[in-house]
């Protein structure tokens, strides 16, 4: 268990840039929560409020402004980190505000706000030691600050609730009373961080900050953004992956109503620039384009699977985990089951397309957006712009939807710099099309696995073989990333030990990776690669169960003696499931379980399956250990949300291949679970301390594998490829 903190502080740390805001942060600061940007609105220097740090700032009312790099996109990051830098603070929750700063004072400042990535369930585990410090060293000078006024040692100060108090001689002042001096204190040099034993916010279900503004309608998402003089922007892109743009006749929509301006994006691209969104799309779509549609032209669906087929059984492969000889183990076995798994390419299909909003001069370029990374979008910006980073900037908004689309991919960021470019002092919003979404994503990687375990004569599992064959993210997004040519994301779930390692341990062991790249971009889709891989490992250890005639329950068992957190998760989703009892009429339970973004999580699904109203999911019981619960109601809420995004990949999501290009093109032919299917989520939190896991992805992993093993339960059929949307699911025939 972590107990109290002594944290060494670097005082420049908090002290990069001054202590006060100028014009130009207060600008940057403020736009995210307004729906416009003005410069009327801008605070003048003398009006800006005096920052404690770079988190924390401290209005005469009391109001405390708490500084957040990562971005909310309906996780619940911006509450969760809030309550971390309140807990140090000992501030009154109920004055607490949020804001984003932006990525260009970051940069000004020395980075003094770190990443501002939000994937990898990393928004809390990764950023959580030094928000509570930036929280413990603002309290430190906000009782310096009272102690100086009040002539007395800081040791006879105590800090609650925004209250300072001289503990002898009872006297007591607010935080917004002495945040000015507070300001200009010399930051501690060492601060000590709480026990987890005495957290007030933290490990408390407190209400969200953003819900209010989002059922109010007040919350400014990318596509609400208006500018004063602003223009709208339709963008289409060569359909083929890898196609460019030949030519275009702008003759025929010049005239149109609305339209300003027919101009080419980059050399794979046409946008029209229009008074309105919906006049520029219909100037669009009457718009003569010609593709150069290139070598990919010829890629489908049937020479994709090809290409992962001879994987299978390639002779070279990157090995992620190996112990013993699993070759001859599984030579020397009484019985070798064997089993192929595949799984699709997904679309992360956000709610909200992606948008971005340019401003550009020879001068500045400034850009709003929804994003995920905001340094990342800086970056685009910067390359996009032609100018140097000093004068470029990114405002962030909250996102409709990111699940990882919006983190490592920045192209709409680009394109709308590029856009804007050609109209120089005009906002311009690019939105893309649903379609344009749908078929211009970065896709969760195609793989397919070859699975041979070994049992001896008593039913015990001795050797494991699994071959991935597949798409490597890393290969085509991040190559440098890659270890001697292996991609470690390929084995997420399987691999010897980390944030992803396997639940079991075998004897003799390989998994090994043949690394297949179809010319589709691959991306960080929600969860990653912990998706298919949970799937193959968790559904083969069941078929592996019963090929040994035992219970799937004790099976996993016998194999986790050396997990004892993932035998914990395990044991109380079957507890509560109510395993090994008799289940309801027509229904069957199904059992997963695995480690991911450091955290252990389990789910007992609850199916039936019938011939006139087919599957239907009654009920999903999911364990979850992340270490530490910062807010038990948002963990509770994205564990819920993850059951929505895994059934509807398990159900529905697929994208295939034809003439090179992406086949779906809307929700009706990439549907997402509806409400009505929805099961009753049973979620237990069971932090043990010590460690901080992910919240948002790991729940994903166990949906789908929970519910193919409830299925077989009730069917007898053991479904291999995906979605289910494909699968005849009537019971099998009894021999």
């Not at 799984?343 to 929804?370: G, K, S």
């Not at 100018?387 to 908004?397: G, N, R, S």
Request: proline residues 6%.
């Amino acid at each position: 268990m972590m107990k109290k903190e002594i944290i060494n502080v670097s005082r420049r740390e908090f002290m990069v840039t001054g202590t006060r805001l100028g014009t130009g942060f207060s600008l940057g600061l403020c736009l995210p929560l307004g729906a416009v940007a003005s410069a009327a609105e801008t605070p003048s220097a003398d009006q800006a409020v005096p920052e404690i740090n770079a988190w924390v700032v401290i209005e005469p009312d009391d109001t405390v402004i708490i500084r957040i790099a990562r971005s909310e996109m309906g996780q619940g990051t911006l509450t969760g980190l809030a309550q971390m830098v309140a807990e140090e603070l000992e501030c009154d929750w109920s004055r607490v505000v949020t804001e984003y700063p932006t990525p260009g004072q970051n940069h000004a400042r020395d980075r003094i706000w770190g990443s501002f990535s939000t994937g990898g369930s990393q928004g809390i585990r990764g950023s959580h030691q030094y928000v509570r410090k930036g929280g413990a060293v603002a309290r430190h000078m906000l009782i310096d600050a009272a102690a100086e006024t009040w002539d007395v040692p800081m040791e006879e100060c105590r800090a609650a609730n925004s209250v300072i108090t001289h503990v002898p001689s009872g006297r007591s002042t607010t935080y917004g009373k002495v945040a000015a001096k507070a300001a200009d204190m010399i930051p501690p040099g060492m601060v000590e961080l709480k026990d987890p034993k005495d957290w007030k916010l933290i490990g408390k279900p407190v209400k969200r900050i953003d819900t209010d503004d989002k059922l109010n309608g007040k919350q400014v998402y990318g596509t609400d953004l208006k500018l004063p003089g602003m223009l709208n922007a339709a963008i289409r892109q060569c359909p083929v992956f890898g196609g460019t743009l030949k030519s275009f006749d702008d003759r025929k929509v010049k005239k149109m109503k609305g339209v300003r301006k027919v101009v080419a994006v980059d050399n794979n691209a046409v946008a029209v620039v229009a008074d309105t969104w919906w006049h520029a799309r219909t100037a669009l779509d009457a718009l003569p384009v010609t593709w150069n549609e290139g070598a990919n032209a010829n890629v489908s669906s049937a020479s994709i699977s090809a290409m992962l087929d001879e994987g299978l059984t390639a002779a070279q492969a990157h090995v992620g985990n190996e112990n013993g000889n699993a070759g001859a183990a599984l030579k020397r076995a009484a019985r070798v089951v064997e089993a192929t798994y595949s799984y699709p390419f997904q679309n992360h299909a956000t709610m909200e397309p992606m948008n971005a909003t340019a401003l550009w001069t020879r001068e500045r370029c400034e850009v709003w957006c929804p994003t995920q990374n905001g340094e990342a979008a800086l970056q685009a910006a910067v390359k996009a712009s032609g100018l140097p980073i000093e004068k470029c900037d990114v405002h962030k908004l909250h996102l409709g939807g990111g699940f990882g689309r919006r983190g490592a991919f920045h192209d709409f960021v680009s394109q709308a710099v590029a856009i804007a470019r050609q109209l120089p002092g005009t906002p311009v919003k690019l939105l893309w099309s649903r379609e344009e979404d749908m078929q211009h994503g970065h896709y969760h990687p195609i793989t397919r696995c070859r699975m041979r375990g070994g049992l001896d004569s008593k039913g015990n599992l001795v050797a494991l073989h699994v071959r991935i064959s597949g798409q490597s993210i890393l290969a085509a997004v991040r190559p440098d990333a890659l270890k001697n040519g292996s991609d470690p994301f390929v084995f997420q779930g399987m691999l010897p030990g980390g944030d992803h390692s396997i639940s079991y341990t075998v004897p003799d062991l390989l998994i090994d990776h043949a690394m297949r790249n179809p010319p589709v971009p691959p991306g960080f889709w929600r969860g990653v690669n912990i998706n298919q891989n949970a799937i193959y490992m968790e559904c083969f250890i069941d078929e592996l169960a019963h090929a040994a005639g035992k219970d799937p329950l004790e099976f996993r068992r016998r194999l986790m003696s050396k997990h004892p957190q993932s035998l914990a998760v395990l044991n109380a989703v079957a507890k509560k499931a109510g395993w090994g009892k008799r289940t309801r009429k027509g229904t069957a339970r199904g059992l997963a379980v695995c480690k991911a973004f450091g955290s252990y999580v389990a789910a007992c699904a609850e199916v039936s399956v019938d011939d006139n109203s087919g599957l239907e999911i009654h009920r999903i019981v999911a364990a979850t250990d992340p270490g530490y619960a910062v807010n038990p109601q948002q963990i509770e809420a994205q564990v819920e949300g993850s059951f929505v995004y895994g059934l509807s990949a398990l159900l529905y999501g697929e994208c295939t291949i034809k003439g090179g290009a992406v086949e779906q093109s809307n929700f009706h032919d990439y549907p997402s679970m509806m409400i009505k299917a929805m099961p009753k989520v049973d979620v237990i939190i069971m932090p043990s301390g010590g460690f901080w896991g992910g919240i948002g992805e790991p729940t994903i992993a166990v949906a789908a594998p929970a519910v193919l093993n409830a299925i077989y339960a009730a069917t007898g059929k053991r479904i291999r490829e995906f979605p289910l949307k494909h699968a005849d699911l009537r019971p099998a025939p009894k021999a």
